[in-house]
């Protein structure tokens, strides 16, 4: 089974220049751990807890919003909708990360996989 078998095409993405208190809004309404940031429509970027909880003096404190592009990781986590399931679970668990977005042939975020689109996945244990 692949990743675009499996992944949901109804998902929340964030734009890099949003604000850490945008971000921090989207990710408490929509109930993820992480979400797939994009500029121009290209993933650039996951955004997560993590993130701005190792980072809350700085954004509260400056005058001028810090953008999610600021922090969020170098490293770009994803899948092609072509991906393996089982191999993109592996990812996702290496990682611990509960989501991985799913790329198209364009490499537009096209969907999102999440461990609970996978039958028989566990939840990744959370990173401290």
Do not use: Y
């Not at 929340?12 to 979400?35: C, F, G, P, T, W």
């Not at 809350?56 to 770009?76: F, G, L, S």
């Amino acid at each position: 089974m692949k990743a675009g078998d499996l992944m949901t095409r109804k998902f929340e993405i964030v734009q890099a220049d949003a604000s850490l208190e945008e971000v921090a809004r989207k990710l408490e309404s929509s109930k993820l751990d992480v979400l797939p940031v994009c500029r121009d429509g290209l993933l650039v970027g996951l955004v997560t807890h993590r993130d701005l909880a190792l980072r809350p003096a700085p954004w509260k404190r400056r005058a001028e919003p810090t953008r999610v592009a600021d922090v969020i990781a170098p490293d770009i986590l994803f899948c092609f909708e072509n991906t393996d399931v089982n191999e993109a679970a592996k990812l996702m668990k290496e990682n611990r990360i509960s989501l991985i977005p799913v790329l198209g042939r364009n490499k537009t975020v096209v969907g999102v996989l999440t461990l609970k689109d996978i039958p028989g996945s566990v939840k990744p244990q959370a990173t401290v």
